[in-house]
């Protein structure tokens, strides 16, 4: 089916473990994003992709890392996962977004670390 | 730095009532402005946008925004709400590049 995919859908981890939430999506948009979403903070993007191979920091980077090897594909790693990166994480793809196209959002991660 | 300020956190109305929801954003150039909807238990998906033309923008299931440059707002209007637009919804503004700001959100509430 067209549109964009989250895994896992649900996730417990415990504080210093390495976790990969992957998104894919099959409109081939050049751009992706990962937010995440925590109450009273609205989305704040963690890391975003123009292309494949071009990634850069959003506004709450730190702890994680991107990569983008195929365009449909933009995996987010938490490389020591804190209590505090405990949020759903939404990954979203728009095809020009400073052109007034809108993002498509898949749906969500929720992640719990403990 | 650019923002975006939702004034009202939690609203809840009976069915029928009209609703607004503010939207305010921190930015003076030329903008990219939405409205995203996230139902219970689902992902966000787009109710409106404005990208030029006529400021009054109607969306998906009745709603419509105004942008109103002077004031920089985008407020979001619906005339007769319903028990199913209970929902979580998120004004965004886009300033021209690849990044869009989202507001904190307000979660509608609507009485049966």
């Known amino acids: 089916d067209a549109g964009i995919t989250q895994s896992p859908r649900y996730k417990i981890t415990e504080t210093g473990r390495q976790v990969t939430l992957m998104c894919h999506q099959t409109w081939s948009h050049s751009y992706m994003f990962w937010y995440r979403q925590d109450l009273g903070h609205g989305l704040r993007l963690i890391y975003y992709?123009?292309?494949?191979?071009?990634?850069d920091k959003g506004e709450v980077p730190d702890g994680y890392v991107v990569s983008r090897s195929k365009t449909e594909n933009f995996p987010l790693t938490l490389e020591s996962a804190t209590r505090s990166q405990t949020s759903v994480y939404f990954c979203?793809?728009?095809?020009?977004?400073?052109?007034?196209?809108?993002?498509?959002f898949g749906p969500g991660t929720r992640l719990t670390v403990t | 730095a650019q923002s975006v300020s939702q004034h009202n956190h939690h609203v809840i109305l009976s069915e029928a009532a009209s609703l607004e929801l503010g939207c305010n954003y921190s930015?003076?150039?030329?903008?990219?402005l939405f409205w995203y909807v996230q139902y219970p238990g689902q992902h966000l998906q787009l109710l409106l946008k404005?990208?030029?033309?006529?400021?009054l923008v109607k969306g998906i299931k009745g709603f419509e925004a105004e942008f109103i440059k002077s004031k920089f707002s985008f407020n979001l209007r619906k005339p007769s709400v319903q028990w199913s637009d209970t929902a979580e919804y998120f004004c965004a503004v886009n300033t021209g590049g690849f990044k869009t700001i989202f507001g904190a959100g307000t979660r509608l509430f609507v009485k049966a």
């Open positions: 404005y990208f030029s033309g006529d400021p």
């Open positions: 979203a793809s728009s095809e020009v977004p400073g052109q007034g196209d809108e993002q498509y």
């Open positions: 992709s123009a292309a494949a191979d071009i990634t």
């Open positions: 930015y003076g150039g030329t903008v990219n």
